[in-house]
């Protein structure tokens, strides 16, 4: 039969492995648990890196929008007004020299070549920015 030092040693070593194999399942757990908290923690920093380059786009898309708009609108506001300016003195030297066929032929066509000008402008300064996309 089996002498009690026997039987504590087989004792001894029962709970050892027992308690070997429980803390071998606890690293286990543990380094899963970690696992999946580093998996949440770069899927988190993919989703703000994500949103940060959504938030960029934006920000360009609309800082292009905005100088669109002010070129557009420079374009016509002040060419447009010189255009408008150079076409009412050109009417008015028409009418002081209207006796003078050479000079009324070459501000007729100064005229002619002024709306084509201002008909251009208002096209691209339309382009740049359509009636339908405005802000």
Do not use: W
Request: with cysteine; net charge neutral.
């Amino acid at each position: 039969m089996a002498t009690p030092e026997k039987i504590d040693i087989f004792y001894f070593l029962f709970i050892g492995t027992i308690a070997i194999f429980i803390l071998t399942g606890g690293v286990v757990v543990f380094f899963m648990t970690y696992q999946r908290r580093l998996f949440a923690q770069q899927l988190k920093l993919q989703e703000a890196n994500q949103q940060h380059q959504e938030n960029l786009l934006q920000a360009t898309i609309e800082n292009i929008e905005k100088e669109r708009q002010r070129i557009a609108k420079d374009l016509h506001d002040e060419a447009g007004n010189l255009l408008s300016t150079i076409k009412f003195k050109l009417n008015q030297a028409a009418g002081e020299y209207m006796e003078h066929t050479d000079y009324k032929a070459i501000i007729i066509h100064c005229k002619s070549l002024t709306d084509d000008c201002a008909k251009s402008l208002k096209r691209i300064s339309y382009n740049i920015i359509p009636p339908g996309l405005e802000l």
